[in-house]
């Protein structure tokens, strides 16, 4: 069994930057795909990014890209996601998930953590 927990969201001004920790227990391989969505009031949930636990295939939505960063941390058994330059868009409840592969769903998923962005 797998268990995830996000932590680090908040309350940050536009143009801030917070960094979420998903911490993962239960063993973890290195071709299973963590990802990172996120869901704000009134709207559907949507990809923000994904990446292997070995660091590979790392992918960003087009409206975080260049602003958010995916990394880990072996040791740890933690997932992070570095948000940097937030906007008011950016407020949502954030999750994280795993899947077993790029061909498969994402299986496991965390419990949230609420991130504000104010203006």
């Known amino acids: 069994q797998v268990h995830l927990v996000e932590s680090g969201g908040g309350l940050v001004q536009a143009g801030g930057s917070l960094r979420l920790s998903c911490a993962v ?19 559907e949930r949507e990809f923000v990014g994904h990446a292997r636990w070995s660091g590979e295939g790392t992918v960003y939505a087009a409206s975080v890209k260049g602003r958010f960063t995916i990394s880990r941390d072996n040791a740890k058994n933690t997932v992070y996601l570095q948000m940097n330059s937030l906007k008011d868009e950016d407020t949502a409840v ?9 061909l498969q769903t994402y299986e496991y998923w965390g419990q949230g953590t609420q991130v504000t962005v104010s203006s």
């Open 25 to 43: 227990s239960g063993r973890t391989f290195s071709s299973w795909v963590m990802g990172w969505f996120r869901q704000a009031p009134g709207k």
């Open 94 to 102: 954030y999750y994280c998930a795993v899947r077993r592969s790029m």
